[in-house]
């Protein structure tokens, strides 16, 4: 098994959405993410302006053309925002006031400074006006996901159809509260036979027996499990920083935002094997499937 998470914003104190993140801090948090296991990463970068993203990404690349491992452990980013849903709930702990409609000129900024290194977008198909984005990705064989988002079933369905071909940790980044029927996550289960659907299998972002129901309804075949991981991840409860906003880390190991509000998660993959033999009672070969196989052929590397 050679774990791939395509969901990683940081990890063991570092934080990649940080302006003033080091190539050693970069170094240090691929290490420690081999030395729990994961083979590669997909390093993530969450909602801000054009600019701070641009910036970001273009100090990463540098890093990355400098340091071998990094490199390999690193084969791409995904691109959490900034054309994801502003409503309260749906737009999650991303800054509100840096989220905008989807459009190719900022789109085409950000995949620029990422020197071709974008594998995931994830985005709001109601907030991309004629489904232009999300058609250029896919042209372009990037991969296209759904999150912090609330489409109808015949604008997600619409989506699909210009590209669209996966979901971004569901069952968050939407409100407490919804429709009890006529909802996201039950629009997105009953199109699971067109998209890959991502779960953070953490216990708190989705409770262990929901998580069963959803993998149940879905099948294994198009299911991918991420962590969703800050830089609080493997460390112990404290005080830590997502993109310059403070997060508190509880005894509970749950990262939260000062008004209690989820953010990011800090699981790692020795826990997320311990949640899937133990909670989930799934099987080796399918842990290998959920965590390996799935991933890289989402995003084109099978």
């Not at 050693?24 to 600019?51: E, K, M, R």
Request: glycine letters at 6%; charged letters at 20%.
């Amino acid at each position: 098994m050679k774990p791939f998470d395509i969901q990683v914003n940081g990890y063991a104190g570092t934080d990649f959405n940080s302006d003033t993140l080091t190539a050693d801090a970069l170094h240090h948090a691929c290490q420690c993410l081999a030395q729990d296991g994961v083979d590669a990463i997909l390093l993530t970068l969450i909602t801000d302006t054009i600019p701070a993203m641009e910036s970001r990404l273009k100090r990463i690349v540098d890093f990355l053309e400098k340091d071998s491992f990094a490199r390999q452990m690193i084969p791409g980013f995904h691109l959490e925002g900034p054309f994801i849903s502003p409503e309260p709930g749906y737009v999650g702990a991303h800054p509100p006031h840096a989220v905008k409609p989807a459009n190719l000129e900022d789109m085409k900024r950000l995949l620029d400074a990422s020197y071709g290194l974008t594998r995931l977008v994830t985005l709001a198909p109601e907030h991309d006006s004629h489904y232009h984005v999300t058609e250029f990705l896919a042209n372009n064989r990037i991969t296209v996901s759904a999150g912090h988002c609330d489409p109808s079933l015949d604008q997600l369905e619409a989506a699909i159809g210009h590209g669209l071909s996966m979901v971004t940790h569901l069952g968050n980044g939407c409100p407490l509260q919804m429709h009890r029927h006529n909802n996201f996550i039950q629009r997105a289960l009953a199109l699971h036979d067109r998209l890959w659907l991502c779960f953070i299998p953490d216990g708190v972002h989705v409770d262990f027996f929901a998580l069963k129901n959803y993998l149940r309804c879905a099948g294994l075949e198009r299911t991918i499990f991420v962590t969703d991981a800050i830089s609080a991840a493997r460390l112990g409860p404290g005080k830590y920083h997502l993109a310059g906003r403070e997060i508190t880390l509880g005894s509970d190991l749950v990262a939260r935002l000062p008004n209690g509000q989820f953010c990011g998660s800090t699981v790692t993959l020795p826990r997320i094997q311990t949640h899937a033999l133990q909670d989930l009672h799934l099987t080796k070969a399918d842990l290998t499937q959920l965590v390996d196989t799935n991933p890289r052929a989402a995003i084109n590397l099978i």
